[in-house]
Protein backbone atom coordinates (compact mmCIF):
# COMPACT_ATOMS: atom_id res chain seq x y z
CA UNK A 1 0.00 0.00 0.00
CA UNK A 2 2.91 2.42 0.34
CA UNK A 3 2.53 4.93 -2.49
CA UNK A 4 5.15 7.53 -1.55
CA UNK A 5 8.70 7.76 0.43
CA UNK A 6 10.04 10.77 0.89
CA UNK A 7 13.85 11.09 2.05
CA UNK A 8 14.81 12.44 5.48
CA UNK A 9 14.49 16.44 5.89
CA UNK A 10 11.60 16.84 3.14
CA UNK A 11 9.49 18.43 5.84
CA UNK A 12 11.83 20.52 7.01
CA UNK A 13 15.73 21.61 6.75
CA UNK A 14 17.99 19.31 8.42
CA UNK A 15 19.44 22.11 10.42
CA UNK A 16 15.95 21.83 12.28
CA UNK A 17 17.54 18.80 13.80
CA UNK A 18 15.06 15.85 14.74
CA UNK A 19 12.42 16.37 16.78
CA UNK A 20 10.67 13.87 19.41
CA UNK A 21 6.99 13.05 18.78
CA UNK A 22 5.29 15.14 21.55
CA UNK A 23 6.57 18.43 19.96
CA UNK A 24 4.75 20.84 18.20
CA UNK A 25 6.82 21.04 15.18
CA UNK A 26 6.79 16.87 14.81
CA UNK A 27 2.57 18.00 15.38
CA UNK A 28 3.37 20.26 12.32
CA UNK A 29 5.28 17.47 10.29
CA UNK A 30 2.86 15.00 10.55
CA UNK A 31 0.02 17.67 9.23
CA UNK A 32 2.30 18.99 6.82
CA UNK A 33 2.93 15.26 5.83
CA UNK A 34 -0.80 14.20 5.90
CA UNK A 35 -1.44 17.31 3.28
CA UNK A 36 1.60 16.00 0.84
CA UNK A 37 0.12 12.27 0.97
CA UNK A 38 -3.89 13.67 0.34
CA UNK A 39 -2.46 16.06 -2.23
CA UNK A 40 -0.38 13.04 -4.34
CA UNK A 41 -3.60 10.75 -3.79
CA UNK A 42 -6.63 11.71 -2.02
CA UNK A 43 -7.62 7.52 -1.29
CA UNK A 44 -4.07 8.00 1.46
CA UNK A 45 -4.91 5.93 4.69
CA UNK A 46 -2.36 6.19 6.41
CA UNK A 47 1.14 8.25 7.09
CA UNK A 48 4.19 7.64 8.66
CA UNK A 49 6.26 10.06 9.65
CA UNK A 50 10.09 10.44 10.86
CA UNK A 51 11.47 12.42 13.85
CA UNK A 52 13.83 13.19 11.06
CA UNK A 53 11.40 14.86 9.18
CA UNK A 54 10.65 12.19 6.34
CA UNK A 55 7.29 10.74 5.67
CA UNK A 56 5.33 8.02 3.78
CA UNK A 57 2.02 7.74 2.51
CA UNK A 58 0.07 4.47 2.37
CA UNK A 59 -3.26 3.48 0.26
CA UNK A 60 -3.61 0.41 1.90
CA UNK A 61 -6.38 -0.56 4.11
CA UNK A 62 -4.08 -1.82 6.75
CA UNK A 63 -0.96 -0.09 8.31
CA UNK A 64 0.91 -2.81 10.68
CA UNK A 65 2.95 -0.64 12.47
CA UNK A 66 6.81 -2.19 12.43
CA UNK A 67 8.22 -1.45 15.46
CA UNK A 68 10.84 1.26 14.33
CA UNK A 69 11.87 3.57 17.04
CA UNK A 70 12.00 6.61 15.08
CA UNK A 71 8.90 7.08 13.08
CA UNK A 72 5.24 7.08 13.82
CA UNK A 73 2.66 5.70 12.05
CA UNK A 74 -0.94 7.36 11.54
CA UNK A 75 -4.82 7.44 10.46
CA UNK A 76 -7.27 10.26 10.33
CA UNK A 77 -9.92 9.81 12.69
CA UNK A 78 -12.53 11.14 10.69
CA UNK A 79 -14.34 14.63 10.31
CA UNK A 80 -16.46 15.66 13.04
CA UNK A 81 -19.69 18.10 11.61
CA UNK A 82 -19.74 21.33 13.45
CA UNK A 83 -22.98 22.11 12.14
CA UNK A 84 -25.43 23.32 9.58
CA UNK A 85 -24.08 26.20 7.57
CA UNK A 86 -20.45 27.58 6.31
CA UNK A 87 -18.54 28.94 8.72
CA UNK A 88 -19.30 33.05 9.74
CA UNK A 89 -15.00 33.89 9.90
CA UNK A 90 -12.06 33.02 8.45
CA UNK A 91 -12.44 32.05 4.81
CA UNK A 92 -9.23 31.23 2.77
CA UNK A 93 -11.07 29.97 -0.25
CA UNK A 94 -14.67 29.39 -1.85
CA UNK A 95 -15.50 27.19 -4.88
CA UNK A 96 -18.05 27.66 -7.07
CA UNK A 97 -21.00 24.66 -6.95
CA UNK A 98 -19.82 21.46 -8.98
CA UNK A 99 -15.90 22.08 -8.36
CA UNK A 100 -16.16 18.88 -6.81
CA UNK A 101 -17.90 16.90 -9.29
CA UNK A 102 -20.13 17.65 -12.84
CA UNK A 103 -23.30 18.97 -12.29
CA UNK A 104 -25.00 16.23 -14.06
CA UNK A 105 -24.32 13.76 -10.71
CA UNK A 106 -26.74 15.62 -8.91
CA UNK A 107 -26.57 17.16 -5.00
CA UNK A 108 -26.27 14.87 -2.46
CA UNK A 109 -27.55 14.49 1.25
CA UNK A 110 -25.01 15.23 4.00
CA UNK A 111 -24.92 11.33 4.55
CA UNK A 112 -24.44 9.89 1.34
CA UNK A 113 -21.32 8.13 0.56
CA UNK A 114 -20.84 11.13 -2.64
CA UNK A 115 -21.35 13.32 -0.10
CA UNK A 116 -18.72 11.72 2.11
CA UNK A 117 -16.08 11.85 -0.93
CA UNK A 118 -16.69 15.51 -1.84
CA UNK A 119 -16.07 16.51 1.89
CA UNK A 120 -12.83 14.21 1.89
CA UNK A 121 -11.54 15.62 -1.38
CA UNK A 122 -12.75 19.41 -0.11
CA UNK A 123 -10.40 19.26 3.04
CA UNK A 124 -7.44 17.78 0.51
CA UNK A 125 -7.51 21.05 -1.91
CA UNK A 126 -7.91 23.36 0.97
CA UNK A 127 -4.60 21.72 2.88
CA UNK A 128 -2.58 21.56 -0.65
CA UNK A 129 -4.11 25.67 -0.54
CA UNK A 130 -2.91 26.24 2.76
CA UNK A 131 -1.15 23.80 5.12
CA UNK A 132 -3.03 25.86 8.41
CA UNK A 133 -6.60 24.82 7.18
CA UNK A 134 -8.99 24.36 10.31
CA UNK A 135 -12.39 24.18 9.00
CA UNK A 136 -14.03 22.98 5.34
CA UNK A 137 -17.51 23.98 4.68
CA UNK A 138 -19.09 21.13 2.00
CA UNK A 139 -22.28 21.75 0.02
CA UNK A 140 -24.74 19.45 -1.38
CA UNK A 141 -24.05 21.11 -4.93
CA UNK A 142 -20.23 20.40 -4.75
CA UNK A 143 -18.91 23.49 -3.79
CA UNK A 144 -16.60 23.85 -0.71
CA UNK A 145 -14.83 26.91 1.18
CA UNK A 146 -11.76 26.68 3.43
CA UNK A 147 -10.84 28.33 6.09
CA UNK A 148 -8.15 29.32 8.62
CA UNK A 149 -9.92 30.77 11.62
CA UNK A 150 -9.33 29.86 15.06
CA UNK A 151 -13.46 29.08 15.19
CA UNK A 152 -15.92 27.93 12.84
CA UNK A 153 -19.74 29.45 13.75
CA UNK A 154 -21.67 27.65 10.85
CA UNK A 155 -24.30 29.91 10.10
CA UNK A 156 -26.97 27.20 9.76
CA UNK A 157 -27.77 27.44 6.07
CA UNK A 158 -29.87 24.16 4.88
CA UNK A 159 -27.07 23.27 2.37
CA UNK A 160 -23.71 22.94 3.41
CA UNK A 161 -22.11 21.80 6.18
CA UNK A 162 -19.10 22.81 8.21
CA UNK A 163 -15.90 20.17 9.53
CA UNK A 164 -12.89 20.06 11.33
CA UNK A 165 -10.59 17.12 11.25
CA UNK A 166 -10.73 15.01 14.88
CA UNK A 167 -7.09 14.71 15.92
CA UNK A 168 -4.69 11.81 14.25
CA UNK A 169 -4.46 8.78 15.69
CA UNK A 170 -0.99 6.90 16.34
CA UNK A 171 -1.72 3.39 15.10
CA UNK A 172 1.95 2.30 16.48
CA UNK A 173 5.90 2.64 16.77
CA UNK A 174 7.07 2.22 12.91
CA UNK A 175 6.48 2.65 9.85
CA UNK A 176 3.32 0.52 7.90
CA UNK A 177 4.41 -2.85 7.22
Known sequence: GQIYASHAWELAPSSVGTKGFHTDIYKDWLQAAWAKCLAKNANTKF???????????????????????????????????????????????????????PSSVGTKGFHTDIYKDWLQAAWAKCLAKNANTKFVSVWVDAGYRCYTGTTCNANGGRHTKSWAPVQMAALGQGHCA
Open 47 to 101: VSVWVDAGYRCYTGTTCNANGGRHTKSWAPVQMAALGQGHCASGQIYASHAWELA
